[in-house]
């Protein structure tokens, strides 16, 4: 059974890293992962600023390219969401390919707490880790139960994944789910905002005595690992499937860490 | 019936205000700064987008601080609330049916309604917009020669602007919510639904109670001005000629109102003059007597985190045969709003004020921020509404994190109707060229992977080889605060193609 | 000139032009309500929380009794008492006709027609302008109430409330829940009882 990969054009251009952890999580669950080419971009940023026109394009083509495959999996709450709640108006009603693809993308969390029930990674991550609740995982596909509401029983599935993992010690920031303020295209519409929030969410997660800020969405970390550099702080970010894979503990060069590359 | 009423022996609390002396009347012959106001323009300066007025706001580090950590303080108490019900979440799935109930059947349940108040002995009327709402106040103030009338807290009068438009027809208004007499005093609007002057420190407002009230001059303790306020307000009770209140929830079935408050202020305004005005949006309509108990359970704890208002008083007709309680009916382009498949349920909203605790942007940025009465994610669906172009950039002032969506209690998807509010704007064609030109360019960036894929390369050697202040600049609002991200040597699909695709 | 009537027709016309399809809200579970063990404990816990004072009495007697214990209530000039049978006031509400005249009122001590569990709330039910005027104007407030089949929410309060043909379905009537004494946050979220309403609120829960 072939799983399909979607790679959000973020972690593409700059976060190459995390799409190879991605990979090879699932390649160690035994899955057969394919990448296919020529993808490019969910179309949120353009959904997102109201022009709907420039979206559904994009849209169609993700939906073109993937709707051959029975599980697409992304390591992105957004990205997902946007693909799963979003694209509705971009297809004429029944038509079968979106509803293919709606039906079949999933969030990586997801994916492995769900889907795989994946049982161990054999990793160790000896750091203080605090969660950053990344908004649309959390509000939109409800990865784990968000402050706000009282459905009770709700899996945290990003803590089930990370409890399999030796050796993390837990920093609790003291707001647990506060938006970053990234917001896509927020950040530079309202950039005053913007920046206050993620100040106050790194001043949180220091106060907790975090070593590492890991969350599912590689585009909060971007934003609070700019402001987080900017002020020369040393506090890191990881994406999840980073950890998953024990990755080293280090700031983010943007290029793929030597020992991941196989060498035959 | 005599408007001039004999002065009873009054216990008086210090600092009390004996109502009609010279000096008292001068606070409310000033005009009324407003946000927006239909009844020609008060403001002096041009109106400043949501960007603009939070850069100012989030200036002051400290004062934003503390703006946020108070409202989130609210948040908390309500998520407290929430803890001690087990059926939270039922009541909110119950309170969203009734109101999508209510929407749907509008036109019916205000003609029962309307039977039923009448039949009680109510006088309901019903205005188009604003202008017609205060009017009909106003002629019905005039017709008994009254010139002071009290007010207790209405959202809906403060769109319609209703106190600058009596005081220049010569009648005192005293909003009598502590919070709203705070902002009055200081000639400022209210910065948040439920909680008026949450943006005022207790020092500003010991310096307005002194200015006005005759409070010792630096005193801040709360206590000590909320003394000096009950008794300078319970003279202009004492002395009011009629009230105005504001309806929280209108009883189709029954033909009754229902206004909750903690102060006491509505009740005090609706029973001890002889007429009683109440003003409401239509939306306020609700089926059956029952509904309230979904209602009276959700509204206090999602609004302030208190399990019910101090108190809830259901009007059924007048308070005497002697006298008169009347009702109008607004609509100010809620009519309009009901139209849209979308926006539609933001009727259902029971004004609690929860989507501002909870919002990371309002809380950061003050509710002055959004130029319009009602602020916030509820305003930011609202507001477009009657002016797309004014509140342009309402619906962008989100990061879309959907916190507002989880606290409402009646589940108005909020930051859905933000989103779609975008869409709407690029539908209607008013988007700026500098929104709409670098989407375009993406789109096509987008569709066409080989030119993608060579822009991501020829970017990210530039930003590897390129001097710094190329990519971090002040045109550049990214890098004003935030570094780049490291550019890698490698997109994730050349690396693909190096280590997986040529394996195979 | 927009008259009354065409205002009204013009706002109904535009409703109906549209029409919308929605289903009646469902009744509700009454299985799916919370249900407290100790009603008697909540509403105490719950009334105490806002600020308010319950007493659990046996005798009316005590009423009084706990009274002359407050300060606020020896010195005071002026009490109504519309509970004739448990305690007699100084101030006879029945000569008042303009409600104006309250306004001297230091105590006013009330009947209660039940308590609600979940809220710390009592239902009110003032019979008429003068008795609906002391419950907010009086600077300290007493209710006395049954505490046997307390409501446990407030779906079981509406209940009653219907039942006993309340709320308009016997004329023009007034009804308030009252939840503790007055009280504002307004300066700077600091809680101050005593807002324009009653100073403190007494519960005395009688059997």
């Known amino acids: ?264 | 019936m005599s408007t001039t009423l004999p002065l009873p022996v009054v216990n008086i609390a210090s600092g009390g205000d004996p109502s009609g002396s010279p000096q008292r009347r001068s606070e409310s012959q000033l005009p009324i700064h407003y946000a927006d106001s239909p009844s020609g323009d008060h403001s002096t300066e041009p109106h400043r987008d949501h960007p603009a007025m939070a850069k100012d706001f989030v200036a002051d580090v400290q004062r934003t601080h503390w703006h946020d950590g108070a409202l989130w303080f609210i948040r908390n108490k309500r998520d407290a609330q929430a803890s001690a019900i087990p059926e939270w979440e039922y009541l909110r799935q119950c309170a969203s049916e009734i109101k999508t109930e209510a929407i749907a059947n509008m036109p019916d349940l205000l003609v029962q309604f309307e039977a039923k108040a009448k039949a009680l002995g109510a006088v309901v009327h019903w205005a188009i917009d604003a202008e017609e709402h205060n009017r009909i106040v106003y002629e019905i103030l005039q017709r008994r020669g009254v010139i002071r009338m009290i007010k207790s807290k209405s959202m809906l009068t403060e769109e319609c602007h209703l106190n600058s438009y009596l005081e220049e027809r010569g009648i005192e208004v005293i909003d009598t919510d502590l919070g709203e007499r705070i902002v009055q005093l200081r000639r400022e609007t209210p910065s948040h639904i439920v909680l008026p002057a949450i943006h005022i420190k207790k020092e500003e407002v010991g310096e307005t109670f002194h200015q006005h009230l005759g409070t010792d001059a630096g005193a801040s303790d709360p206590q000590y001005l909320t003394e000096a306020a009950r008794g300078h307000l319970r003279g202009k009770f004492l002395h009011g000629e009629a009230g105005l209140t504001g309806i929280n929830f209108a009883i189709a079935e029954t033909g009754g109102i229902v206004v909750c408050t903690n102060e006491g202020n509505a009740d005090l305004g609706a029973v001890l003059p002889p007429i009683h005005i109440a003003s409401m949006g239509m939306e306020k309509i609700i089926p059956r007597l029952e509904d309230l108990s979904v209602f009276t359970r959700l509204l206090a704890r999602s609004a302030t985190g208190q399990p019910i208002t101090t108190y809830t008083s259901h009007f059924h007709g007048p308070r005497d045969p002697d006298s008169e309680l009347h009702i109008i009916i607004v609509d100010n382009g809620r009519t309009e709003l009901r139209q849209s498949e979308t926006f539609r349920s933001a009727l259902g909203c029971i004004r609690c004020g929860a989507c501002m605790n909870t919002c990371p942007v309002f809380r950061r940025s003050g509710g002055h921020s959004y130029g319009a009465t009602v602020p916030g994610p509820i305003g930011s669906v609202l507001n477009p509404a009657t002016d797309d172009k004014k509140h342009q950039s309402l619906p962008y002032a989100c990061s879309l994190c959907g916190s507002c969506t989880d606290v409402c209690p009646v589940k108005i998807p909020l930051h859905h109707q933000l989103l779609a509010w975008r869409q709407e704007f690029g539908k209607r064609g008013l988007l700026s060229i500098d929104k709409t030109m670098p989407m375009k360019a993406a789109s096509l960036l987008f569709r066409n992977p080989r030119i993608y894929n060579l822009a991501g390369r020829i970017g990210r050697a530039a930003m590897r080889t390129l001097p710094r202040f190329v990519f971090v600049n002040r045109f550049n609002m990214w890098s004003r605060d935030r570094e780049l991200p490291a550019p890698p040597a490698e997109s994730f699909a050349q690396w693909y193609a190096k280590n997986r695709e040529n394996k195979k | 000139m927009k008259t009354a009537s065409n205002s009204r027709q013009t706002i109904l016309d535009r409703l109906r032009s549209i029409p919308i399809d929605a289903p009646k809200a469902d009744p509700i579970d009454r299985d799916r309500l919370v249900r407290y063990a100790d009603p008697i404990a909540k509403f105490t816990e719950i009334l105490t929380f806002v600020g308010g004072a319950v007493h659990l009495i046996d005798r009316p007697e005590e009423v009084s009794e706990i009274l002359e214990g407050f300060e606020a209530y020896t010195n005071a000039r002026f009490v109504a008492s519309l509970v004739p049978d448990v305690i007699t006031g100084n101030f006879h509400c029945e000569q008042v006709d303009d409600p104006h005249y309250l306004a001297a009122l230091d105590w006013a001590i009330i009947p209660g027609e039940f308590a609600v569990a979940e809220n710390g709330a009592i239902w009110v039910r003032p019979e008429n302008m003068i008795q609906r005027t002391m419950i907010f104007l009086t600077q300290h407030l007493a209710i006395v109430v049954s505490r046997s089949d307390m409501a446990m929410h407030m779906h079981e309060a509406y209940r009653r409330i219907r039942e006993s043909k309340h709320c308009g379905a016997s004329g023009p009537d007034f009804g308030v829940f009252v939840s503790g004494p007055s009280k504002t946050a307004d300066i700077e979220q600091s809680l101050v009882i005593g807002a324009h309403g009653c100073r403190s609120l007494q519960v005395f829960l009688m059997p």
């Open chain 1, 1 to 264: 059974m072939s799983v399909a990969l979607f790679v959000p054009c973020y972690i593409d251009q700059f976060y190459p890293d995390v799409a190879v952890a991605t990979l090879e999580l699932l390649e160690r669950q035994g899955l057969d992962v394919v990448f296919p080419r020529g993808q490019t971009c969910c179309g949120q940023p353009m959904a997102n600023t109201g022009c709907s026109a420039d979206a559904a394009p994009v849209a169609r083509r993700l939906v073109e390219l993937f709707a051959e495959f029975d599980q697409v999996v992304c390591p992105s709450g957004s990205c997902t969401a946007m693909v799963r709640h979003h694209y509705e108006h971009y297809f004429e009603p029944g038509d079968a390919k979106y509803e293919k693809v709606r039906s079949s993308t999933f969030e990586l969390c997801e994916f492995l707490a769900d889907v795989v029930k994946a049982e161990s990674f054999g990793v160790r991550f000896p750091h203080r880790v605090s969660v950053h609740q990344s908004c649309h995982g959390l509000r939109e596909l409800r990865l784990a139960a968000s402050s706000e509401t009282r459905f009770y029983g709700t899996r945290d599935k990003m803590r089930e994944l990370l409890d399999k993992v030796d050796g993390i010690t837990w920093a609790k920031p003291q707001r647990s789910d506060e938006c970053c303020g990234f917001g896509g295209t927020f950040a530079v519409n309202e950039p005053d905002v913007s920046v206050a929030m993620g100040r106050d969410r790194i001043a949180d997660h220091l106060a907790a005595d975090s070593e590492v800020m890991v969350a599912g969405d590689m585009s909060c970390l971007m934003h609070l690992d700019g402001l987080i550099r900017r002020s020369g702080s040393s506090l890191k970010v990881m994406h999840i499937s980073q950890v998953l894979m024990g990755r080293p503990l280090q700031t983010h060069t943007g290029n793929v860490p030597q020992s991941t590359i196989p060498c035959n």
